[in-house]
């Protein structure tokens, strides 16, 4: 996909509604990379139901700096692009490389509206899994795998 990014699913257990991508950040001038997007997929579980909007995100630079418009913004955008995509009733799950820990103002604003699942270890705690489905069954941290950074796992109840 675009930005390196991508989102992989069971087709055996989901159908897959709609996807796309669309940009909600930009690299500060300081450390330009480019924009920084969204990408997404709204999935619904073929024996239950229960509707998914579930994004990747990586997120801009310099770290912990929310890009060139700052923290607040990138926050805003990603809930615009959850807003604009998510109907009633679907779980949202928010994941990636926010370039942003824990105290960034963009993962502050973030878990202001969405669950903190899980953050992992790299670069100080840069990588997230939020949601909006606050039944969490499990966490874990799958190593690097040859990464910089640590692969994420988090089981929802939905």
Known sequence: GPHALCIAYRRADWHRIADSSQDVAEDRADQWYG?????????QHRQTGQ????INHHGPLPLNSGGRC?????AFNLFRLMGTHAQEGDVVVLVG???AGPGSETVRELRGRLQATFTGNAFGGVDHILSSCP???????LG??????DALEAVLQL
């Open 35 to 43: 924009t920084r997007a969204g990408m997404w997929v709204r999935i």
């Open 51 to 54: 509707t998914v909007l579930f």
């Open 70 to 74: 700052g923290g607040e913004a990138t």
């Open 97 to 99: 490389d926010f370039n």
């Open 135 to 141: 039944a969490v069954a499990g966490t874990r941290n």
């Open 144 to 149: 690097s795998g040859g990464s910089d950074h």
